[in-house]
């Protein structure tokens, strides 16, 4: 049973809190407050960490931090970045700094509420590495939440990972998750997915979504077109990292298939006599396809040729559990191995 099942008293769960923030000036003091508040009506089996980053900010976003960690030494922290890197590569900065047994994202902005703490660890208990929120009324406006709606379904449907709410910004992991996954450009949102491959139990929680406030969204619909060229990467990454013959090599055989099937066709209509070929839109399209499957097999046995030569997971620890003990291992015969 994991020690966070099962606290003991003097065993103390520390609970790190990771908060990107890009000109969120007027939330991040009520934010912090709200947090330590509600850890501390936990019980004194918590312990609480909030590593605020500062997505280079152009507002007062960063004294603000500086006086909340000189007020409040050993709880809060703030991290500054040299300049605006982006949500995912603020998450990676506070990650590294976080060193809670169970680490928390949340926005800065207050649209997620504190005081859904409790409920997450609840869902972790349960056995979950990961629990992601789900705002499922989402108080913004309906060109946000439709397109929000075709992303979470596509991205469920390709991925296998059955979540509502890809983009919340509130979650809760497991340390080992965090562990696992390395983020860089946009695939904050995918860290379910990349989680996911390697193993990690996922679920999630209905959580209460209040409207911005202050400040403005980051964000627009172009976030959905690039969420959707990431996912790509995400899929490319995970599902077809050890296989890309699969992937390619598939697209390769079914483009040979219709190409072969329509020159064949366009064949038997030649030695039946029927009509001339030479001038049919459809041999074009024959023959491009047949030199598109040559392609696209090649390109696959050129990404296996790759994976033979460097090893994709290099780094990535996928082994959960032990049995034995490693001076048996140095006992044992090789033969035995
Ligand atoms: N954010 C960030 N860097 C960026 C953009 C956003 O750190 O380049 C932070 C932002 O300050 C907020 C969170 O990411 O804490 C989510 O952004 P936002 O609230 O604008 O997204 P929305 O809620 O509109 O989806
Ligand atoms: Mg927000």
Redesign the pocket.
Known sequence: MSKFMNPEPTDLIELSFV??????QDTLEPLALQILSVVGSMGNNYKVKIIF?D??STDESWSIMENLADKHQGQIFAIRLRR????AV?LEAGFRKSTGNIIFTM???L?DDPAEIPRFIEALDSGLDLVSGWKKRRH?PAS?TLPSRLFNKVTAWTSGVQLHDF?C?YKAYRRKVIESVRLYGELHRYIPVLAHDVGFRIGEIEVQHHP?KH?????GLE?YVRGLLDLITVLATTRWLHKPGHLFGGLGVLAGLIGGMTLTYLTTLWFLDIGPIGNRPLLLLGVMLCILSVQLISFGVIGEFFIRIKNPREGTNLITEIAGTDDEAANSTPDAK
Do not use: C, H, L, W
């Open positions: 908060i990107p923030a890009k000109d969120e980053v997505d280079g605006n890197f982006g949500k603020a926005d800065a902005d649209q913004d946000k983009n910004g911005r400040g403005t969204s980051k964000y976030r």
